[in-house]
C-alpha cells in the first residue's frame, strides 16, 4: 500500500486547509487510517483518525472542533479539513494507514505512512 499526501500550504491564522491521502490500494478500506503531525524539533504526534468504515472518529484534544477527518472507501482516500488554524498546527502532516481497522492514536499501529505534506500557518 503506498499513500500520497497532497494539500498542504501556507494559510494565515483563523484559516483553513484540506489534507488528501490517497492510497495505491484496495487494502484501504480495511485499514484504519490516521493524521500525525511533526513540527521542528518535535517528535510526531497524533491528531486525527478513523476506523475502517468511517463509523469512529478519534482527534488529539489539541485539534477537537476544529479538524474533520473523513474517508471514502470507494475512492480509497482520506480527508483532514482543518478550519481555525493556529500557528502552532505548523507542521509537516503525515497520513498512515494500519491493518488492524481502528482509529488508533499509536503510531507503532500503523503500518503504512505517506510522505508528508508541509502546512505554515502565519500569525
Known amino acids: 500500500v503506498q499513500l500520497q499526501a497532497s494539500g498542504g500550504g501556507l494559510v494565515q491564522a483563523g484559516g483553513s486547509l484540506r489534507l488528501s491521502c490517497a492510497s495505491s490500494?484496495?487494502?484501504?478500506?480495511?485499514?484504519?487510517m490516521g493524521w500525525f503531525r511533526q513540527a521542528p524539533g518535535a517528535e510526531r504526534e497524533f491528531v486525527a483518525a478513523?476506523?475502517?468504515?468511517?463509523?469512529?472518529?478519534y482527534y488529539a484534544d489539541s485539534v477537537k472542533g476544529r479538524f474533520t477527518i473523513s474517508r471514502d472507501n470507494a475512492k480509497y482516500m482520506i480527508d483532514l479539513q482543518m478550519n481555525s488554524l493556529k500557528p502552532e498546527d505548523t507542521a509537516v502532516y503525515y497520513c498512515?494507514?494500519?491493518?488492524?481497522?481502528?482509529?488508533?492514536?499509536?503510531?507503532?499501529?500503523?503500518?503504512?505512512w505517506g510522505q508528508g505534506t508541509q502546512v505554515t500557518v502565519s500569525s
Open positions: 478513523i476506523n475502517w468504515s468511517g463509523s469512529l472518529k
Open positions: 498512515g494507514g494500519g491493518r488492524y481497522g481502528r482509529e488508533s492514536t499509536r503510531m507503532d499501529e500503523y503500518d503504512y
Open positions: 490500494g484496495r487494502a484501504f478500506s480495511a485499514y484504519g
